[in-house]
T-cell receptor, first 113, second 110 residues
Framework: DSGVTQTPKHLITATGQRVTLRCSPR?????VYWYQQSLDQGLQFLIQ???????AKGNILERFSAQQFPDLHSELNLSSLELGDSALYFC????????????FGEGSRLTVL | DQQVKQNSPSLSVQEGRISILNCDYT??????FLWYKKYPAEGPTFLIS?????DKNEDGRFTVFLNKSAKHLSLHIVPSQPGDSAVYFC?????????FGAGTRLTVKP
């Protein structure tokens, strides 16, 4: 158990819909990262937050947005969903940004039909 | 942009032998490199790391080698065990983000 909690574990929705994925980092970790893993693909970095502020942005689509709240949990919002958005979405946390080791949640599997 | 590449999608080795997983990167600003291991239905877990100021780091059966001039790193597992069967991700970090390779699926046969 990494200490990072992601909900929901599984989500099935239709094209055009909007979903929110939630992440609670490890206790004390200030930095949260979001990654997308499509079928047989590597982990694509989406976005990183540190103590409520956006720190780095990767290959995140404009239809996607995220935020980190004062209690340090984070949400990833995916809108106007397309079939290609079906993937595993991982959240990870670390105490400081760029410390190297990330602790990953078990992921949220999104299926868009 | 694929800044971190793992060109072998899969590797199969016999139990007790050495497993060598390779990773190449393009961004010379990367200063920290890591390997993560992922079992099905679980998130990746940290395995071993190396700073860019070193060329080798060893932890039990796992050793990571870094060749900065070639922008190449490798993970050696000796001896390989069936429980090592998993997907291994190479990662590199610089500034505020960490980039991952596509992963190599290691199968260790008894």
């Amino acid at each position: 158990d990494s200490g990072v909690t992601q909900t929901p574990k599984h989500l099935i929705t239709a094209t055009g819909q909007r979903v929110t994925l939630r992440c609670s980092p490890r206790s004390g970790d200030l930095s949260v990262y979001w990654y997308q893993q499509s079928l047989d693909q590597g982990l694509q970095f989406l976005i990183q937050y540190y103590n409520g502020e956006e720190r780095a942005k990767g290959n995140i689509l404009e239809r996607f947005s995220a935020q980190q709240f004062p209690d340090l949990h984070s949400e990833l919002n995916l809108s106007s969903l397309e079939l290609g958005d079906s993937a595993l979405y991982f959240c990870a946390s670390s105490l400081q940004p760029n410390t190297g080791e990330l602790f990953f949640g078990e992921g949220s599997r999104l299926t868009v039909l | 942009d694929q800044q971190v590449k793992q060109n072998s999608p899969s590797l199969s080795v016999q139990e007790g032998r050495i497993s060598i997983l390779n990773c190449d990167y393009t961004n010379s600003m990367f200063d920290y490199f890591l390997w993560y291991k992922k079992y099905p239905a679980e998130g990746p877990t940290f395995l071993i790391s190396i700073s860019s100021i070193k060329d080798k780091n060893e932890d039990g059966r796992f050793t990571v080698f870094l060749n900065k001039s070639a922008k190449h790193l490798s993970l050696h597992i000796v001896p390989s065990q069936p429980g090592d069967s998993a997907v291994y991700f190479c990662a590199a970090s610089a500034n505020n983000d960490m980039r991952f390779g596509a992963g190599t699926r290691l199968t260790v046969k008894p």
